[in-house]
C-alpha cells in the first residue's frame, strides 16, 4: 500500500505516543480496533518498537471505519476512557491482543482486568465525553489523506526494510 | 490507442480524463434492477462521481468504505456520492449490502464502458475503468478530476478541498 499522505495535524501533546517526542522517527497510525489489518499490524509495531527502542515514538489515532465495523466506535471509546484514567495503552493492547473476541458486551470485563474504574469508565463514554477526541482525530484523518485503515503516515514495511539498510 | 496500452504511463491517464471547465456528460445508468439515474437528475446540487475497477476489492483499503464512512462530511456540502464501475446491477447490489454500502453504484454495463469512455477513463486493455474521480458543480461542470493508479485508493481529502473551494465560490478552472 503506497500513500502520499501528509499529516496535517502534528503530534501534540493531546496524542497517545509511546517512545520519546524527540526520536527520530515517528510512526502514527489511524486504526480502527475491529479492523483485521489493523490487528495484523499490532504485532508488526510491537516488533518494530522493540528494535528501534527510543529511537521510535509510535502514536495511535483513531479511524473507525464504523460503517463497515460495527463494533470500532465502541471499542475507540473504550481505549479513549481508559486514557482517561492512564492506561490507555493497556487497553489499546488488549483491544488488539483479543480482537477476535471484540464485542461490547466484553468490553467492561476488559476494563476491569486492566483495573479501571468502571462506574467512571461507563459514565465518560455515556456523557460523550470522549466522542469529541475520536472525531478530531476522524477529521485530522481525512485531511491527511487516510484512505483506509491502518492509515501509517509512514510506509511500515518499508520502513522496516529501510531502518534495517541504514542501520538506525 | 497508445495511451491505453501503456499503464504506467499516469500523466498521460491524467490527460485523456475530462478535465475542469468541461461540462461532465449526462448518462442514464442503472442503480437497482428497476431503477436508473441521470446525471442530470441531480442539476443544483454537487456531485461527486467515484469511477473504480470492480466490485469486491479487498475490505478495509477500500475506497467506497471510506466514502461510505465519510456521507455526513460530504452531506455538509449536499454533494451527491456515486460510484460507477462496469459491473451489472446485481453484482452491485450484491456488493453493496455485503459491505452496507449507502452510496449509490451504478452500472456501466452496457455498452460496456460507455460512460467511463466519455469521461476519458475507460481502459480498453482490462475492460474496467479507471480508479478516477470527479466533483462537479450544481449546474454540471467538471471543477476537479483526478485519475489514480488503480492499486491505490486515492483517499477523500482531494475531493473535500474541491468541495471547500466550491462552496467558497471559487471560480472553475478554465472558465
Same mark, same amino acid.
Given at each position: 500500500?503506497?500513500?502520499?499522505?501528509?499529516?496535517?495535524?502534528p503530534v501534540?501533546?493531546?496524542?497517545?505516543?509511546?517512545?520519546?517526542?524527540d526520536?527520530?522517527?515517528?510512526l502514527?497510525?489511524?486504526?480502527?480496533y475491529q479492523?483485521p489489518?489493523?490487528?495484523?499490524?499490532?504485532?508488526?509495531?510491537? #516488533?518494530?518498537?522493540?528494535?528501534?527502542?527510543?529511537?521510535?515514538?509510535f502514536?495511535?489515532?483513531?479511524f473507525?471505519?464504523?460503517?463497515?465495523?460495527?463494533y470500532?466506535?465502541?471499542?475507540?471509546?473504550?481505549?479513549?476512557?481508559?486514557?482517561?484514567?492512564?492506561?490507555?495503552?493497556?487497553?489499546?493492547?488488549?483491544?488488539?491482543?483479543?480482537q477476535?473476541?471484540?464485542?461490547?458486551?466484553?468490553?467492561p470485563?476488559?476494563?476491569?482486568?486492566?483495573?479501571l474504574?468502571?462506574?467512571?469508565?461507563?459514565?465518560?463514554?455515556?456523557q460523550?465525553?470522549?466522542?469529541?477526541?475520536?472525531?478530531?482525530?476522524?477529521?485530522?484523518?481525512? #485531511?491527511?489523506?487516510?484512505?483506509?485503515?491502518?492509515g501509517?503516515?509512514?510506509?511500515l514495511?518499508?520502513?522496516?526494510?529501510?531502518?534495517?539498510?541504514?542501520?538506525? | 490507442?497508445?495511451i491505453?496500452?501503456?499503464p504506467?504511463?499516469?500523466?498521460?491517464?491524467?490527460?485523456?480524463?475530462?478535465?475542469?471547465?468541461?461540462?461532465?456528460?449526462?448518462?442514464?445508468?442503472?442503480?437497482?434492477?428497476?431503477?436508473?439515474?441521470?446525471?442530470?437528475?441531480?442539476?443544483?446540487?454537487?456531485?461527486?462521481?467515484?469511477?473504480?475497477?470492480?466490485?469486491?476489492?479487498?475490505v478495509?483499503?477500500?475506497q467506497?468504505?471510506?466514502?461510505?464512512?465519510?456521507?455526513?462530511?460530504?452531506?455538509?456540502?449536499e454533494?451527491?456520492i456515486?460510484?460507477?464501475?462496469?459491473?451489472?446491477v446485481?453484482?452491485h447490489?450484491?456488493?453493496?449490502?455485503?459491505?452496507k454500502?449507502h452510496?449509490?453504484l451504478?452500472?456501466?454495463?452496457?455498452?460496456?464502458?460507455?460512460?467511463a469512455?466519455?469521461y476519458g477513463?475507460?481502459?480498453?486493455k482490462?475492460g474496467?475503468?479507471?480508479?478516477?474521480?470527479?466533483?462537479?458543480?450544481a449546474?454540471?461542470?467538471?471543477?476537479?478530476?483526478?485519475v489514480?493508479?488503480?492499486?491505490?485508493?486515492?483517499?477523500?481529502?482531494g475531493?473535500?478541498?474541491?468541495?471547500?473551494?466550491?462552496?467558497?465560490?471559487?471560480?472553475p478552472?478554465?472558465?
Amino acid at each position: 500500500m503506497e500513500t502520499s499522505a501528509t499529516l496535517t495535524q502534528p503530534v501534540s501533546a493531546r496524542d497517545h505516543a509511546e517512545g520519546p517526542a524527540d526520536a527520530p522517527l515517528t510512526l502514527v497510525e489511524y486504526g480502527d480496533y475491529q479492523c483485521p489489518y489493523c490487528g495484523s499490524a499490532y504485532p508488526v509495531v510491537k #516488533r518494530l518498537q522493540k528494535t528501534l527502542g527510543n529511537k521510535l515514538r509510535f502514536v495511535f489515532r483513531n479511524f473507525p471505519l464504523t460503517q463497515a465495523h460495527p463494533y470500532a466506535l465502541v471499542a475507540a471509546e473504550a481505549a479513549e476512557a481508559a486514557a482517561l484514567q492512564g492506561k490507555f495503552w493497556e487497553m489499546h493492547d488488549l483491544l488488539y491482543e483479543q480482537q477476535t473476541f471484540l464485542e461490547p458486551e466484553i468490553i467492561p470485563l476488559w476494563a476491569e482486568s486492566i483495573g479501571l474504574d468502571l462506574e467512571r469508565f461507563g459514565n465518560d463514554i455515556r456523557q460523550g465525553i470522549v466522542a469529541t477526541g475520536i472525531n478530531e482525530d476522524r477529521q485530522s484523518g481525512i #485531511r491527511s489523506g487516510v484512505n483506509g485503515t491502518p492509515g501509517y503516515d509512514s510506509l511500515l514495511t518499508a520502513l522496516e526494510s529501510e531502518l534495517a539498510l541504514r542501520s538506525v | 490507442m497508445g495511451i491505453g496500452s501503456i499503464p504506467h504511463y499516469r500523466k498521460e491517464y491524467q490527460m485523456t480524463a475530462l478535465q475542469p471547465g468541461v461540462q461532465a456528460p449526462d448518462f442514464f445508468l442503472a442503480s437497482t434492477p428497476d431503477q436508473k439515474v441521470s446525471l442530470s437528475d441531480f442539476r443544483g446540487q454537487p456531485v461527486v462521481l467515484v469511477f473504480y475497477p470492480a466490485d469486491w476489492s479487498p475490505v478495509c483499503s477500500d475506497q467506497l468504505a471510506l466514502y461510505n464512512e465519510l456521507m455526513p462530511e460530504f452531506s455538509e456540502f449536499e454533494a451527491e456520492i456515486i460510484g460507477i464501475s462496469v459491473d451489472g446491477v446485481w453484482c452491485h447490489l450484491a456488493f453493496s449490502k455485503d459491505r452496507k454500502l449507502h452510496i449509490p453504484l451504478l452500472a456501466d454495463f452496457e455498452p460496456k464502458g460507455a460512460v467511463a469512455r466519455q469521461y476519458g477513463v475507460y481502459r480498453e486493455k482490462d475492460g474496467e475503468s479507471e480508479r478516477a474521480l470527479f466533483v462537479i458543480d450544481a449546474e454540471g461542470v467538471i471543477r476537479w478530476s483526478h485519475v489514480s493508479p488503480v492499486g491505490i485508493n486515492p483517499g477523500a481529502d482531494g475531493i473535500l478541498k474541491a468541495l471547500e473551494a466550491m462552496a467558497k465560490g471559487e471560480k472553475p478552472a478554465g472558465v
